[in-house]
């Protein structure tokens, strides 16, 4: 949690706030919301889980439909996006090193802004806690002031999941009565609440009420922003542009939440994944064993064998509906976050970036997890909100209304609209309050969150590639205007120069073939072009600021993404999911293009951090367009040997061959 800042310190912080608020003030905010384990399930997704806010924010939004993480797993991924580089690059792969001492001093997306004059603070899991970040979040390099922690944490292997049999256990599953938590609250409660109350602190248009909370607040904050001029009164505040981030821990396993959400959910109407068994052509070097949902009670209780047995099919709608209604339960929190955001007046001043941390399989392939290359492991939700550039008009004079999806209005607006069932359209009823689509429209939704359009097809391909597949075409177009998507690769590398440049701070620019003592540079690549160019282009009253790039500089973009995930052995184990470094002995290198999704699993020396191309133990290759959900591996069919060989001689070359090319201006 928040410590307290010694009083001189909070002087220290004041005056250099002082000497910084004229050259920074202009400045847009920045609020930067990381959810863990979030698959691209959500209602603006085109998926069956209700996220009335978050689609509400994607409503006006730049949303991107593939946008890839570096690797499938907590730790690694968030230090590869907040730094800039990859995984290869910050040399973590598991949960045992620090960046900046075992691989280099490497400039953090907050620390470049701290250094650039604004106020940056951290709340809930940004950084990984611990090691990873150091054991400090990287506090002071990039925040203002310690990162919060919550306190309940601590709890989240304790037995307090409601059995049928009136005991407690450790389960997966595990909607529960909030008032018989450990200090009657959950972490991610007090992540926002203690959010909300930093909002307060920094508004200039609030009273300063704060939850009063013994862990809700850093009581520093206050001092810092106003300083004191005696008998308990404040001075002016400081007002300085800030960036703060919120993580929110749902839903990762445990799925422990407030019990009300799991109705929203009926067990009849929760569709399991339409390949629920293990493909017959997946290596076994590419499987996982989930063992993080092995221990937990509720599955010991069902005897599985080790390391490949799956969960029976029975179980998987279960699985699902705890899933959809933990994600829905931070659906809510991200709505309150998003309300204070308004209350305090900042609702027009401050970009938004909304980012999983990585996908999960639900049961796909067999898997419960993520720690694989598999596309529904590696894709992650992306959605940015620039004002005036991305926003809609809206009937309501509100931005952010809060949508609590509990709520008898919510629930007459399903009725209402004959949405009796959960399905892939009720994630869309925000707007219909909001009087963006009508019914008709929000009726044409489907779960086909895991497809992509390839940038080769044409609008009538599309729609043939839909009706083969039974889906529904009605309404796409209508749906398009509403949500500023965009079908281009990004990978969440590309966030540090996209944030840098949309703000106006300077951009990293690409890291060198050697980056280790290069502190300032970017592994990434700014997707900036692709929300205010598309702006341009879609507005007839060219809202948005282009910064001298038109759509024609564009030659080509991004034509492949990159990730990749180690393994102990080629046989399944205990450590399969997440091998600590001295037993990593492969690299599943992995890259998706607009037509295949290839995979090399090859030898992997963890001494020197380098893999050897000449030593393949497995491949993988997948055809997105006859085969989205990637369960025919057709690497080892000898008519696709050639375009194996070339598939392969591109993952070698790797990123830098596939960033985006511009034309050269004269």
């Known amino acids: 949690m928040f410590s307290r800042v010694p009083f001189i310190v909070i002087l220290w912080l004041l005056a250099a706030m002082q000497e910084l608020v004229g050259a920074t003030a202009t400045r847009p905010n920045v609020l930067f919301i990381v959810i863990d384990d979030l698959r691209p399930s959500l209602g603006c997704y085109g998926g069956p889980i209700i996220s009335p806010n978050i689609d509400q924010l994607a409503a006006q939004s730049a949303v991107f439909t593939n946008a890839m993480v570096q690797q499938a797993v907590c730790a690694p991924s968030r230090t590869s996006f907040l730094t800039g580089r990859r995984p290869d690059t910050t040399r973590l792969y598991d949960f045992g090193s620090y ?8 400039t953090t997306i907050p620390q470049h802004f701290k250094e650039n004059g604004y106020i940056t603070l951290s709340v809930g899991k940004v950084f990984h806690p611990g090691i990873p970040s150091g054991s400090t979040d990287d506090f002071p390099y990039s925040w203002t002031l310690p990162a919060y922690q919550q306190s309940t944490q601590s709890f989240e292997d304790s037995k307090v999941c409601p059995g049928n049999d009136g005991n407690l256990y450790n389960n997966v599953m595990c909607p529960i009565d909030v008032d018989k938590m450990p200090d009657k ?15 307060k602190i920094l508004s200039p248009k609030q009273k300063h009420d704060v939850t009063k909370r013994d862990d809700a607040f850093h009581p520093g904050l206050e001092d810092a922003l106003h300083g004191r001029e005696g008998r308990g ?22 799925w422990k939440y407030p019990k009300e959400y799991k109705g929203l959910y009926p067990l009849d109407s929760v ?7 293990i493909p017959d052509e997946l290596p076994n070097v590419a499987q996982v064993v989930f063992q993080q949902l092995r221990l937990r009670d509720d599955i010991k209780a069902m005897n599985l064998s080790f390391p490949v047995g799956t969960i029976p099919l029975k179980y998987h709608a279960s699985l699902r509906q705890s899933y959809y209604a ?3 339960y931070t659906d809510y929190l991200v709505g309150r976050l998003l309300q204070a ?45 620039v004002p005036e550039v991305t926003d809609r008009k809206s009937s309501t004079t509100r931005k952010f209304p809060l949508i609590d999806p509990l709520s008898p209005s919510f629930q007459g607006h399903l009725k209402e609209d004959g949405i009796n069932e959960v399905d892939s359209r009720v994630g869309e009823i925000f707007s219909t309050l909001q009087s963006h689509q009508s019914k008709n429209e929000i009726d044409s939704r489907v779960d086909d969150s895991y497809l992509r359009f390839s940038h080769d097809q044409t609008d009538n391909e599309v729609v043939e590639s839909r009706k083969s597949r039974g889906l529904k075409t009605k309404g796409r177009k209508a749906q398009s205007e509403n949500v500023h998507q965009i079908d281009e690769f990004v990978e969440l590398v590309d966030l540090f120069p996209t944030l840098a440049e949309l703000t106006g701070l300077p951009v990293p620019p690409v890291c060198p073939p050697n980056p280790f003592n290069v502190t300032f540079c970017s592994e990434g690549y700014s997707f900036a072009p692709l929300i205010q160019c598309a702006e341009c282009l879609n507005s007839s009253a060219r809202r948005g600021d282009c910064r001298g790039t038109t759509p024609r500089d564009i030659v080509r973009w991004k034509n492949a993404t990159f990730s990749q995930y180690p393994r102990p052995s080629v046989t399944p184990d205990k450590n399969t999911d997440l091998p600590d470094l001295d037993l990593i002995t492969i690299m599943g290198y992995s890259m998706r293009t607009n037509r295949y999704h290839y995979t090399e699993w090859i030898g992997f020396n963890h001494t020197t951090f380098q893999g050897d191309w000449s030593d393949v133990k497995a491949r993988e290759l997948y055809l997105n367009d006859s085969d989205p959900r990637q369960d025919n591996n057709v690497a080892n069919e000898e008519c696709y040997r050639s375009l194996v060989r070339k598939l392969s001689h591109q993952l070698q070359r790797g990123w830098r061959d596939s960033l985006p090319v511009f034309k050269t201006r004269t």
């Open 99 to 106: 960046w900046r001492t075992h691989a280099g001093n490497y």
């Open 233 to 254: 009164k404040r001075a002016p505040v400081v007002r300085l542009p800030f960036f703060l981030a919120v993580g929110f821990r749902k839903p990762h396993i445990p």
């Open 271 to 277: 569709e399991i994944a339409p390949d629920p068994n």
């Open 341 to 385: 955001l308004e209350d305090g007046g900042y609702a027009d001043n401050t970009i938004i970036s909304l980012a999983g941390d990585h996908g999960w399989q639900l049961g796909d392939h067999g898997e419960w997890s993520k720690f694989s290359n598999f596309q529904l492991a590696t894709r992650a939700p992306l959605m940015v909100h």
């Open 185 to 199: 609250t959950l972490p991610d409660l007090q992540t926002l609440e203690t959010a909300e109350n930093l909002i």
């Open 326 to 328: 933990a994600t829905t």
